[in-house]
């Protein structure tokens, strides 16, 4: 028998693996473990799962050294905004080795982000797509901002500088306009953003009444760890929120799910802030246009009004003197009618008056007697028949020169 | 009054104006009308509601 040494045995698997693998290979897996060590290092465990991810197909230790760490870290982050964490899939160039003691691991070289991007995009798509199945995705944004947004529910951690910032903008804004502005605690980086986020919402919702908005905000900060917003539950929760939800998480990358769902999307509080500001300024705006507009068309109808009653003042004179001179002439008729009839009434009484004068001439007897008739006189009466005289009667007879006596045989 | 419906109230009212639908007496009383809804819409929007404030606060 040809027995060797424990040593031996993991030595000769070392320098065969070493011989026929030498190469740095690209590997994709997913990080089931990550361990940063005090000295600087990082501790990895990958694994492979099969589609249902509940079975493991292969397991394998990395490590990332202190000198590549210190660089793959922050590159890393840069690139996606992210920081490694387990559940994420990733693309690492390793080398494979095997240690006598410590057995078969591998030795990070390098990674690929945009490996971890893709998988992130294709997980945050799978969730915008089960969403819009849902017939939820454009809910929020269908909601309309209030023309005056003056009561605003904040979710953020109230040690967020972004609080501090967006609260301090609103309340200093150049306008003078007011803001009222309350505070609903959550975490925003780290495995509880999910469920204080909801809870919060939660909160809300059963105040609405008493908001005009809601803005989601968190201060820009060192790393932005966005993927806890990639959740479908929380986009679920904003897409149905009753009020406009503004998000203000700070980042100029693809967005986020909660992102997709909100009313608005912002990069930082303080654009959050200037938004809503912007929004309460248009509806100033429209204020002061209504009240020119007021100015202007009461100043016209004034105007209108007082050119109409000038008009009607202008006629009156003339109107007037038309009057005046009709008036005059009716008066000037009726006074020549007046003296003409008196004059006719004068005429006529004249006329008459000649008439009876010349009647009154007419019957003078002086006149009937020069025409040849003679009076007859018995004892002073005026005989009128012969019937009344009798023989012996003596008689006056006057005649047109004198008067002569006769006895009747 | 809300403020929606006061900015809605002072529209219908300007444009009554302009289309000279009112007759002198009655824009008398719509002029005061839109005075006031202005000053509820000005003080909205510069005055603090200690009412809103109140209500805030008061939910802790």
Sequence with gaps: MNAITLQELNGRVKST????????????????????????HCYLELVQKDTTGKTFLAKAKANVWRNTWLKMKPYFEAETGETLKVGMKVLLQVNVTFHEVYGYSLVVQDIDPTYTMGDMARRRKEILDQLAKDGVIGLNRELEIPLLPHRIAVISSATAAGYGDFRNQLAGNAYGFRFYVKLFQAAMQGDDVERSVIAALDAIA????????????????????????????????IANFPLPVITGIGHERDDTVADVVAHTKVKTPTAAAEFIINRVFDTAQVLETLGRRLGDSVAERMNAEKLRLERIAQKLPSLFAILKVRHEQMLENVWNRSVTGVRNILTSRTHRLEILEKSVAAADPALILKRGFTLTRLNGHVVRSASDLKPGDRLTTVLADGSVESEII | MKYEEAIKRLEEIVTEIEEGKLDMDRIGDSLKEARELIKLCKDKLYETDEEIKKILEADE
């Design chain 1, 17 to 40: 693996l070493q011989f026929e693998m030498p190469d740095a290979y690209w590997v994709q897996a997913e990080i089931s473990g990550i361990n940063p060590s005090s000295q600087g």
């Design chain 1, 206 to 237: 059963a105040r609405r009444d008493m908001f005009d908005l809601v803005v989601i905000i968190r201060g820009g900060g060192a790393v932005s760890e966005l993927s806890c917003f990639d959740s479908y539950d929380l986009a679920y929760n």
